[in-house]
């Protein structure tokens, strides 16, 4: 649609034939404001005729100026009689350049021979606005805001007019809500959802129009997460990878490390969900830096690597000689790396190993019967284990006495032997003899496992004393050395006379020392003949 943006004041200057004119501008009829109008615009001037009629083909002249510039002047020509006392329409084209927006001010002015009123005959300072379309314009300050924690303010600029009203929308711009603010500024806070604001702007008599929308996204507030992957190592030899999640809300901004405890933090540039750690040699603390768009920065929970030396062993004391069957006490280990995973021993000297199930620095041993070794086997967490050196509890078995060989009964004065220990268990501490039947003994510094004696005068009782080890000592069994005294033949009765082959009668045997081994007899004295008999009298019969 043609608007017009020019109030046009027109004079007519007629060269009239009837003298006595009074032709006045009494209205323009043109709005006082358009929107785009264009370099020409038709523009009606009523005309009022104060004087007498004016005959079809009168003509005269117009003119007026357009913000005081040069003046445009037309020649009128009337069409049909023009009565006095009525108005005449006449519509001009403009022929200044009113496209451009802005305030115009027009001034007319008409002179006519015979007009009888000439100050009737201007009209000055006749405004038209022309106005440039509305331009909505950009809204700026859009951007990203923390759920609920928010404040700020948008901006509309690049627009053309007034600003009418803001809008909001909280679907996507389907449905607007209207705001109270002419301003070019709007602002939010406390946003919960995703809003999108708009300015619309007119300007003057122009239709209005809509801003460009600004979205106001909204962010999740930040949840730094847990992060995995705690573990215990051993120092120097370790590797792994930690990972970040447990409900993070956000994108991770870095990593950090501590490596006292938290009381200082080591930046590392990675932004990605896992961190990777290597040969550790302390404990170490890991933990990431997170944050959901505009929303405040948070630390994710702290994973440790726990960096322990490595296992040392240890050494084993305590280890003794104890004797089978009868026994207790405690190894103990110390100078450990580690705790005890457990004890383990061994009863043939470390070929192979038994387990026990102990963790403690202490292992106690009750009547053993045969020799052990005892170790330890101590892990620093994280690290290969490692064993201790071992210690033994070595059993003796239990002492025995053994037998001695042999007894013997010997001519007193004139005597000798060699007396033997046989079936001991243990070593020969000393010898012992005992010449009042075993009431006392005397020591004999002998640790052989024989015994010599010489020339006794008496019954003697030998023993030998023997210990095993760590048990008791023990004698063995005694044996006795019978001492007799030196042999005396005694008397036997006075010989005899009697009657050849008719005799008998009984010798006996008095005085003597020892028992008879047997009788003799002879018949020349030189040639004796044995007789079992010993006894002490001795019969003969009939001999001859």
């Not at 946003?191 to 999740?220: E, F, W």
Request: charged share 5%.
């Amino acid at each position: 649609m043609r608007k017009l943006l020019t109030l046009l004041s027109f004079i007519f200057i007629g060269n009239l034939a009837i003298a006595q004119t009074d032709i006045s501008v009494i209205l323009i009829t043109a709005p006082s404001s358009g929107c785009s109008l264009t370099a020409t615009e038709n523009v009606t001037a009523k005309l009022f005729n104060y004087g007498p009629t004016l005959p079809a083909g009168t003509t005269f002249n117009a003119s007026y100026t357009i913000n005081a510039g040069a003046p445009v002047v037309e020649l009128v020509t009337l069409a049909a009689n023009w009565t006095s006392n009525t108005n005449l329409s006449y519509t001009f084209v403009t022929q200044a350049n009113l496209s451009v927006a802005g305030t115009y001010l027009f001034d007319a002015s008409v002179s006519i021979a015979g007009d009888v009123s000439p100050g009737n005959d201007s009209y000055t300072s006749y405004s038209v606005t022309n106005y440039a379309p509305s331009v909505g314009g950009t809204v700026s300050g859009g951007t990203n805001v923390c759920i609920g924690s928010n404040a700020g303010s948008l901006t509309l600029s690049g627009h053309t007019g007034s600003v009418l009203n803001w809008e909001y929308s909280i679907d996507g711009g389907t449905t607007w809500i209207s705001l109270s603010n002419i301003t070019t500024t709007q602002s939010y806070s406390n946003l919960s959802v995703p809003t999108k604001y708009r300015a619309h702007v007119q300007n003057g008599v122009c239709a209005s129009a809509t801003s460009t929308a600004a979205s106001m996204t909204i962010d999740p507030t930040t949840v730094g997460g847990t992060v995995s992957g705690t573990a215990t190592v051993c120092s120097g030899v370790n590797g792994g990878t930690m990972t970040s999640g447990g409900g993070r809300v956000g994108s991770i901004l870095k990593w950090q490390f501590s490596i006292d405890a938290g009381a200082t933090w080591t930046d590392i540039a990675n932004v990605t969900t896992t961190q990777t750690y290597l040969n550790l040699v302390q404990t170490t603390r890991y933990r990431c830096q997170v944050q959901s768009g505009a929303c405040l920065t948070v630390f994710s929970s702290v994973a440790i690597i726990t960096v322990n030396p490595p296992s040392v062993g240890g050494a084993v004391s305590g280890g003794t000689t104890v004797c089978s069957g009868v026994n207790g006490g405690n190894l103990t280990l110390a100078g450990q790396t580690g705790t005890v995973t457990r004890w383990e021993y061994s009863t043939n000297a470390g070929v192979s190993w038994t387990n026990v199930v102990n963790t403690t620095t202490t292992q106690p041993y009750t009547n053993l019967v045969s020799t052990r070794y005892y170790r330890a086997l101590v892990t620093s967490s994280g690290c290969v284990a490692a064993y201790s050196t071992p210690d033994s509890i070595v059993v003796n078995p239990v002492s025995v006495g053994g037998t001695i060989t042999s007894a013997a009964t010997v001519c007193s004065g004139a005597n000798t032997g060699i007396l033997t220990l046989a079936g001991k268990t243990g070593a020969v501490q000393y010898w012992e003899y005992s010449t009042d039947g075993g009431i006392t003994y005397t020591n004999i510094p002998n640790i052989t496992t024989t015994q010599s004696y010489l020339n006794l005068i008496t019954n003697t009782l030998y023993r030998a004393n023997v210990k095993s080890g760590a048990c008791a000592a023990i004698n063995s069994s005694t044996v006795l050395i019978t001492v007799s005294p030196v042999s005396v033949g005694g008397i036997t009765t006075l010989s005899d006379t009697v009657c050849s082959g008719s005799n008998s009668g009984t010798i006996t045997l008095g005085a003597h020392t020892g028992t008879v081994t047997n009788w003799q007899s002879s018949t020349d004295g030189i040639v004796w003949t044995n007789i079992v008999n010993t006894t002490t009298t001795q019969s003969f019969l009939n001999i001859s």
